[in-house]
């Protein structure tokens, strides 16, 4: 147990990172975050920022000496570099090596009988040829590592699409269309004892590949397969020796949940819970690293709505804050660009 006073070493600089110190520090925690990123939204809620490369080992190991403990808040974190601080970190790296890779997670997930969409490895125009004409269209193609908010993703709507598409110099996948109703998230938090306690899932609208609004309730559909999507990221949560908050997405279908993907983190549809649930996503993650019990995760108010702000919408909270039942948070981003994520709000809705 990491007893409040200590040090939390946080790898990456964000808004998930600053959200996450934000909730250490009302525990009594310390943090230091590591980005290499000269702009780094979570530098103003830490005690100390490293802004080396990722492979700098000398500065990682001075970095990790500084810590009782090390965790991440992006699933893009080199995993190579993490090797020689293992023992500091939480969850394991193993989350990461299996999460960064889009064909090594939907096998993995595919192991514990999950159900991903169908997909094809594509290393060459061939490969994606053959793996339209197996799967059909519509599809999309992605690369397998990296690639967040739509980015690194090609919808294909007909061979002919494919032959236009400049294949990235990088390994992709080929993912077929899935006919879905909603898509939702399951959010679960696990300490190194295994409890595990889940959030509300909320039904998730994203917009343009990025996530525009998550809602609850859900609705009947969703409600009816969030036991059997529990019951997967339970299975991924104990698989992985999990410590920690984890995420996995699934569309809705009419024959059951389909597992889309994985972030081994706190996430952007859990943003509701700092104000919609007794614990939030955040406090949750800070308990689990630290070896202290969870918190209640049960939903405070009958319904919420989560909207991300995007670009120059957040030029405009005043609007936001005209609801009295609307709690803003923005991320002090310097620069308002056009499909950045500059802040959230979530209202809270007591009469449904």
């Given at each position: 147990m990491i007893k409040p006073g200590g040090t939390i070493g946080i790898l990456g600089g964000g808004q998930l990172g600053r959200m996450l110190a934000m909730a250490a520090a009302q525990m009594g925690y310390r943090c230091i975050a590591y980005s290499p990123e000269k702009e780094s939204v979570a530098r103003d809620v830490c005690v100390d920022m490293f802004t080396n490369k990722w492979d700098d080992a000398q500065a990682m190991a001075a970095f990790a000496q500084q810590c009782d403990v090390v965790t991440w808040e992006f699933e893009n974190v080199p995993v190579g570099p993490l090797s020689a601080i293992v023992d500091c970190l939480a969850p394991h790296p193993r989350a990461l090596e299996t999460a960064q890779d889009r064909l090594n997670?939907?096998?993995?997930?595919?192991?514990?009988?999950?159900?991903?969409?169908?997909?094809?490895?594509?290393?060459?125009?061939?490969?994606?040829?053959?793996?339209?004409?197996?799967?059909?269209t519509p599809g999309i193609l992605k690369t397998r590592r990296e690639g967040y908010d739509g980015k690194g993703q090609w919808r294909i709507m007909s061979s002919r699409d494919a032959e236009g598409v400049a294949l990235p110099d990088a390994p992709c996948i080929y993912e077929g269309f899935v006919e879905f109703d909603d898509e939702f998230s399951v959010i679960l938090a696990r300490t190194a004892?295994?409890?595990?306690?889940?959030?509300?899932?909320?039904?998730?609208?994203?917009?343009?590949?990025?996530?525009?609004?998550?809602?609850?309730?859900?609705?009947?559909?969703?409600?009816?397969?969030?036991?059997?999507?529990?019951?997967?990221?339970?299975?991924v949560a104990d698989a992985l020796n999990y410590v920690g908050v984890l995420t996995l997405e699934f569309f809705a279908t009419a024959h059951g949940p389909v597992f889309n993907e994985m972030a081994p983190r706190v996430h952007n549809s859990g943003h509701w819970t700092v104000e919609g649930a007794v614990t939030s996503q955040f406090e949750n993650h800070i308990r689990a690293i630290c070896g202290l019990p969870l918190g209640d995760t049960r939903s405070v108010s009958p319904g919420m709505v989560m909207t991300n702000i995007v670009g120059k919408d957040a030029l405009q909270a005043e609007q936001w804050l005209a609801d009295p039942s609307t709690h803003l948070h923005l991320y002090s981003k310097a620069k308002a660009?056009?499909?950045?994520?500059?802040?959230?709000?979530?209202?809270?809705?007591w009469d449904t």
């Open positions: 997670e939907k096998r993995f997930a595919e192991g514990l009988g999950g159900k991903p969409a169908p997909y094809a490895t594509i290393d060459s125009r061939e490969d994606l040829i053959a793996a339209i004409d197996r799967i059909g004892t295994g409890e595990t306690r889940f959030w509300d899932s909320p039904v998730n609208v994203h917009e343009a590949g990025m996530l525009h609004t998550s809602t609850l309730p859900s609705g009947p559909l969703i409600e009816g397969q969030v036991e059997e999507a529990r019951a997967l990221a339970t299975q660009r056009d499909g950045r994520k500059m802040g959230h709000a979530t209202q809270l809705i």
